[in-house]
């Protein structure tokens, strides 16, 4: 099972939908995660944190669930903007954070 | 505040040539990691400073990767020599140090194409 695993897409949705990724993590043990965004030939950014009581910022929304090792990112009213590739990331203690594969999102006028 | 700089943005090259690639992080940040992203993929950490000492080189294939950051600021990646399956985007990022705290910020990457 790899370690961090996302759904590829790609997530086709017209503006103003609401759209939510999940992803699975393998080590239980991992204490710090992330949703990093990436632009088609840019390089990846950090969107949010994302901690254990979840957290909002502005129309996206991250939720933690330990029990079941999973983050989601929620996008409410999608904007065309939102279009790129949503990067779950993951880390435990001080090792390197690990990168998923990444899920393809495409807002569609 | 300028970000993480990389040179060159793109490189295309003939197998079994060698390559360099430039990294000169944020002022300040005394962590720099380069990572390999194939397309389609997440970022993999190939290799990992802090300051001038390399703390985690596990991922990093040393037959034919280095990499230095010889005064702690500034650092090169190389491959030599340069195979097909290297073709990738090779990023680097910087952060003001290791601990689960530090938000990484990447650089553009300099995307390589072996011919």
């Known amino acids: 099972r790899k370690e961090v695993e996302q759904d590829p897409g790609p997530f086709n949705v017209p503006e103003g939908a609401t759209v939510a990724f999940n992803c699975t993590y393998s080590?239980?043990?991992?204490?710090?995660f992330f949703w990093y965004r990436q632009d088609c030939r840019k390089e990846p950014k950090l969107l949010m944190s994302v901690y254990s009581s979840g957290n909002e910022d502005g129309r996206f929304t991250a939720q933690l669930n330990r029990a079941s090792q999973y983050i989601s990112l929620l996008i409410r009213d999608s904007k065309l903007s939102d279009s790129a590739t949503y990067l779950c990331?993951?880390?435990?203690?001080?090792?390197?954070?690990?990168f998923g594969k990444g899920t393809r999102l495409s807002v569609i006028a | 505040e300028a970000g993480v700089v990389q040179s060159p943005r793109y490189k295309i090259i003939e197998k079994k040539q060698p390559v360099a690639f430039w990294c000169n992080p944020i002022?300040?940040?005394?962590?720099l990691y380069w990572y390999l992203q194939n397309l389609g993929q997440g970022p993999e950490l190939l290799i990992r400073?802090?300051?001038?000492?390399?703390?985690?080189d596990s991922q990093l294939p040393k037959d034919r990767f280095s990499a230095e950051r010889l005064k702690g600021v500034d650092s090169t990646l190389k491959i030599q020599p340069a195979e097909l399956g290297d073709s990738a985007v090779y990023l680097c990022?910087?952060?003001?140090?290791?601990?689960?705290?530090?938000?990484?910020?990447f650089g553009p990457g300099t995307r390589l194409l072996v011919l």
């Open positions: 990331v993951i880390r435990s203690g001080n090792t390197p954070l690990v």
């Open positions: 002022s300040g940040h005394n962590t």
């Open positions: 080590n239980s043990a991992s204490q710090s």
């Open positions: 990022a910087s952060s003001g140090g290791a601990s689960s705290q530090e938000t990484q910020y």
């Open positions: 400073y802090e300051n001038e000492e390399a703390v985690d």
